[in-house]
């Protein structure tokens, strides 16, 4: 484990998602072939962008102006509010740890659509990423918190 601050904080407030699934549609090419192309769901596209947007402004935050080109760690933390319909005693159990978050998105679409938002950003490649750790949690405030380590 590394015992110091991490290079590069982000911080996302509100709803998120994970990685949805590609769409694939036949086109046909000048030359007259038929071929797939593969694309991101509309929702997915549209998050990655607000993720590319907080990544930009935390490596201008952290005084980096290159992606990381070396083995670096990724903590990703994953915070949803809990159901409105529990009680409040469930709520506060929730908020306190003591309540699992076992839904969906998956942990490792989570880290999917960071790693591929993040490509030519914070990283140049998100299989720079040796280590990854990813959390699923309620809490009373809902959003999505990256800290990335360079490994020296």
Known sequence: MIDRPADIVISIPGPFRGKGRHRSRVQHGANGRI????????ATAKYEAVLRHF????????GIAEPIDC??????????????SWSGKKRQKAIAGEI???VKPDGDNIAK????????IIWTDDSHVSRWEITKQYGATEGLSIEVWRYE
């Open 35 to 42: 071929f797939v192309r593969q694309h991101s769901d509309p």
């Open 100 to 102: 699992a978050h076992v």
């Open 71 to 84: 083995a670096c760690w990724a903590r990703v933390t994953a915070t949803w509010t809990p159901p409105a």
């Open 113 to 120: 659509i960071v790693g591929d938002s993040f490509n030519g």
């Open 55 to 62: 990544g930009v402004q935390a490596m201008k935050a952290a």
